[in-house]
Nanobody
Framework: QVQVVESGGGLVQPGGSLRLFCAAS????????MSWHRQAPGKQRELVAI???????NYADSVKGRFTISRDNAKNTVALQMNSLRPEDSAVYFC?????????WGQGTQVTVSS
């Protein structure tokens, strides 16, 4: 079994920054991609950023140039640096770890951007 735990959410003013952190633990033989998703109230969950084991990244158009995803393969962790935050970035952010071609999700961490 694999456990995924996020941390780092909170309340921040528009234009501010937050860093989210995610750690996967348990029976991890092959970790493929890791990704961050978010879900705002009344909306579908959407992909924010994804990073492969080789470090190739891709971002949603709405966060390009503002968010940066990074990972530590040795520690099975992934981080999301979020800069220039906007109210529309407010959501519950979920980490996803693809282990052995199976997706494992964390419980989510709330990010609120408000003055």
């Amino acid at each position: 079994q694999v456990q995924v735990v996020e941390s780092g959410g909170g309340l921040v003013q528009p234009g501010g920054s937050l860093r989210l952190f995610c750690a996967a633990s348990g029976r991890i033989i092959s970790m493929y991609y890791m990704s961050w998703h978010r879900q705002a109230p009344g909306k579908q969950r959407e992909l924010v950023a994804i990073i492969t084991a080789d470090g190739v990244t891709n971002y949603a158009d709405s966060v390009k140039g503002r968010f940066t995803i990074s990972r530590d393969n040795a520690k099975n962790t992934v981080a999301l640096q979020m800069n220039s935050l906007r109210p529309e970035d407010s959501a519950v952010y979920f980490c996803n770890a693809n282990v052995g071609r199976v997706n494992y999700w964390g419980q989510g961490t709330q990010v609120t951007v408000s003055s």
